[in-house]
């Protein structure tokens, strides 16, 4: 779920303790995985070998990438780290952190450790240096940041963990290398979960004092209620649909468009209309979470809560562009547009539609040093570079599992 957490935003510190770990990968293992909460059957991981010939290699260190497609993904992540030998240190959104006192001293004692996702948390980058440097836990970092539901298909990938681990490679020099290894998490259904996703858009439909139609195809009726959603979240918030356009991508972008330009002024950004939207939104939240983490800026910028709200707005728009399941309305995909639509529209996170399994991929580590010269500072470009460099792997790793697999997830809805 995409979100600014109301609350303060306090550092919350990794506290690992062997015997948490231990029993929380065994309750991962055979009971959380196949909860309601994440129903996985089965996790087929793909490159174990490769990942521990270079795990062999003395005083190597790691920063594990994965994508982020659904909010099962630090559960799976954490059951493939146990196949790697591996105890992950989590970089997680303070948001997890503040949802009770519990979980947030269980995810410490599993060594996860918060970062204000929204602004330059200095703090969190320390604790991921610091834990680069002693190499005793692999770093875990998802560069997209929230989840996105669009599993076959990477959303840009933040700087930070590019930063961090090329920052970690300069300092250590050329005798302990680290190693960034992309992993691929592909989703799919095990099951024919259609009735339950139809269910899902029929329930969807009524909120919008509309019904479902049985003879119009699948893309068509979620193009239509998504529009309806979309022009119902633009009046609350003062704005409209353009008019007399029938392009859909076009007229999210429009939409979205007006609302950033608003956001722009209000934030006292200069636009800048040759960035891409996701980066104007990027640069419009960073801008927004430091005000309201400031409490002297809060109390001038009193409507900081309302621009918030309107920043989230136009990102989870955006979400809905492309052409994702259009291009390729497959059961997997009309299941996460649907999903998405849902949390978008409720707020609340829904347990999948049905049984599924994951096709992961450890992607070929990438080692640090050939990226980093001792002389000369990490430089902007480098971190870009790199960063790409995370996005094409995971992405390639992506289509590949995609070209293997006949669940029922792959086929046409």
């Known amino acids: 779920m995409l979100e600014f957490s109301d609350l303060p935003y306090k550092f919350v510190p990794p506290k690992p303790n062997n015997l948490i770990i231990g029993l929380g990968r065994f309750v991962n293992r055979f009971i959380g995985l196949k909860c309601r909460n994440h129903r996985l059957k089965e996790i087929n991981v793909d490159g174990l070998k490769k990942f521990q010939k270079i795990a062999e290699e003395r005083n190597a260190r790691f920063i594990i990438l994965p994508n982020h497609p659904t909010h099962s993904d630090p559960q799976v992540i954490n059951e493939i780290c146990r196949r790697m030998d591996k105890k992950p240190s989590f970089m997680a959104a303070y948001d997890v952190f503040a949802r009770s006192k519990f979980i947030s001293w269980f ?60 920052r970690a490679q300069h300092k250590l020099g050329e005798d302990e290398p680290v190693y960034a290894v992309p992993i691929s998490l592909k989703y799919t259904f095990v099951e024919d979960v259609r009735e339950n996703v139809i269910s899902d858009l029929k329930e969807i439909a009524q909120k919008y004092n509309t019904s479902l139609s049985t003879e119009k195809p699948i893309m068509e009726e979620i193009t239509r209620i998504s529009i309806l959603t979309l022009s119902e979240y633009l009046q609350k918030h003062g704005h409209s649909l353009p008019e007399n356009n029938t392009n859909v991508d076009n007229l999210i972008n429009d939409a979205v468009e007006q609302i950033i330009i608003k956001l722009e002024e209000e934030a006292g950004i200069k636009s800048n209309i040759e960035q891409t939207l996701i980066s104007r939104i990027r640069k419009i939240r960073s801008k927004i979470h430091s005000i309201r983490i400031d409490m002297e800026k809060q109390q001038e910028h009193a409507h900081a809560t309302d621009l918030a709200d309107e920043a989230m707005l136009a990102l989870r728009i955006l979400g809905y562009s492309g052409g994702y399941a259009t291009n390729n309305p497959s059961l997997d995909r009309i299941a996460e547009t649907v999903a998405r639509l849902r949390e978008d529209i409720y707020s609340v996170w829904a347990p999948p539609a049905g049984k599924r399994k994951v096709l992961a991929k450890i992607c070929q580590p990438i080692d640090l040093r050939n990226y980093v010269n001792p002389k000369e500072k990490v430089s902007k470009d480098t971190i870009l570079k790199l960063t790409e460099e995370f996005e094409k792997s995971i992405q390639n790793g992506i289509n590949e599992s995609n070209a293997k697999n006949r669940s029922h997830g792959s086929k046409e809805f």
């Not at 004692?109 to 948390?121: H, I, L, N, Y």
């Not at 998802?142 to 930063?163: I, K, L, S």
């Open 107 to 166: 995810m410490q004692r599993t060594g996860a450790f918060s970062v204000d996702r929204e602004g330059s948390d200095r703090k969190a980058m320390k604790c991921a240096a610091q834990i680069l440097d002693e190499g005793q836990y692999p770093l875990v970092i998802f560069p997209e940041g929230n989840v996105y539901f669009c599993n076959d298909r990477v959303t840009p990938f933040a700087e930070g963990a590019a930063y961090i681990g090329l």
